[in-house]
């Protein structure tokens, strides 16, 4: 994760030469399309318009939206401000504030296992004041966990920190672990709803906690 403007440039450039697509969710579209533009001293990033105008819309109408694409085996984030519809060289484009944060992170590492039934997730309260809001754990590893939101209203941007989160174990215990947000992005249930799948770092890991990933692990 890097809040260096030049790493940040280099990485986006990267993306930007490769014509990568990037990707925001939103509740029931996706806006996808390449960087135009990385200027890093003008503070800002181009896009090229969406072809769907209502994605594109979606955009505009946010104060700020988190973007993701996948290059080379690594899943990139980060988060832009204030996107606004411009113009240059006769051509219709989407502009953003610069990123003050990137987070890269490559494919896993180390195992998870998927947990079968989920464990329900409580999330009490965090640092950066979002709502208490419940998930449930869908994976489990030694080093991190991945859930899944249902709430259209709750975004969780890269290097959040949530505070308190309440696990509830297999036969009715709990542990309170808090967690650190690597990545969110969009996918579709098999049942055809959409939910937010956040991929977290596990920044206090109980006993209990541990005892049940090794459990899983068969370890």
């Known amino acids: 994760?890097?809040?260096?403007?030049?790493?940040?440039a280099r990485v986006l450039d990267k993306i930007k030469n490769e014509r990568v697509l990037v990707t925001a969710f939103f509740p029931n579209l996706t806006f996808q399309s390449p960087l135009y533009m990385v200027d890093p001293r003008g503070g800002r990033i181009v896009f090229d318009r969406s072809p769907n105008e209502e994605a594109n819309r979606a955009?505009?109408?946010r104060?700020?939206?988190a973007f993701?694409?996948?290059m080379a085996g690594?899943?990139?984030e980060f988060v832009a401000a204030k996107p606004r519809a411009v113009t240059h060289h006769g051509r219709s484009l989407i502009q953003c504030?610069?990123?003050?944060?990137?987070?890269?992170n490559p494919r896993r590492q180390h195992e998870r296992?998927?947990?079968k039934p989920p464990l329900p997730l409580r999330v009490q309260?965090?640092?950066d004041g979002i709502m208490p809001f419940d998930g449930m754990i869908i994976d489990l590893g030694f080093e991190g966990i991945g859930f899944l939101v249902y709430a259209s209203s709750i975004t969780l941007e890269p290097g959040t920190v949530l505070r308190g989160c309440r696990i509830q174990l297999p036969g009715g215990a709990e542990c309170v672990s808090d967690l650190e947000v690597r990545y969110s992005q969009a996918i579709t249930l098999p049942n055809g709803a959409r939910a937010m799948r956040s991929g977290c770092r596990v920044l206090s890991p109980s006993a209990a906690l541990i005892a049940l990933t090794k459990r899983l692990l068969g370890l």
């Open 113 to 115: 296992i998927e947990v």
């Open 59 to 61: 955009l505009l109408s």
């Open 1 to 8: 994760m890097s809040r260096s403007a030049t790493e940040i």
């Open 125 to 127: 309260a965090d640092e």
């Open 97 to 104: 504030g610069f990123p003050e944060l990137l987070a890269s």
């Open 63 to 65: 104060p700020r939206c």
């Open 68 to 70: 993701h694409c996948e």
């Open 74 to 76: 690594w899943h990139v």
